[in-house]
């Protein structure tokens, strides 16, 4: 069945905050199956739409939608990030908590070499036998 892109529209605001409404009970609502919904979200993440999934709470929100967040609010200022998130149940805090997230992610190289650096060291002496012929070719035997 095809739907108008104003009913599209329009199902895919009742998945944005603040009503943050499960795809199961969108799709009983409107009558459209829950796989077309999903392939609706879907599409509209692609095109980078902010469209977390029905949890409320932050752990619902996908890592590609955290990164929408991030990169959505990058260059608003406190009062309009304090704003922008009380919109979406989110704290500033959480924005900045998964902007560091991201920072990191695309550091991991030099943060794992920083580990390694910090790591005390072990040293494995291998036995001095090991290097002797001798010992090398009794074993072989």
């Known amino acids: ?8 529209e329009a199902v895919l605001k009742k ?10 009970e969108i ?22 739409r902010l469209l977390p999934d029905g949890d ?8 590609a939608d955290k990164f929408a967040a ?3 609010t990058a260059a608003l ?12 149940g989110l704290y500033p805090e959480q924005i900045r908590q998964w902007r560091q997230a991201c920072e990191q992610a ?9 580990r390694l650096r910090q790591a005390p060291s072990v040293r494995i002496d291998v036995a001095p036998r090991m290097w002797d012929s001798n010992w090398n070719q009794e074993r072989a035997n």
């Open 106 to 114: 695309n550091d991991w190289d030099r943060t794992q070499n920083e």
């Open 77 to 88: 200022n406190e009062a309009e990030l304090s704003a922008w998130c009380r919109g979406r």
């Open 15 to 24: 998945m944005l905050p603040p009503n943050n409404r499960s795809i199961r």
């Open 70 to 72: 991030v990169v959505e």
């Open 27 to 48: 799709a009983e609502e409107e009558g459209i199956s829950e796989a077309t919904l999903y392939n609706w979200r879907k599409a509209a993440r692609a095109e980078g």
């Open 1 to 8: 069945m095809r739907y108008s892109a104003e009913r599209k």
């Open 56 to 63: 409320q709470t932050p752990a619902g929100w996908t890592a």
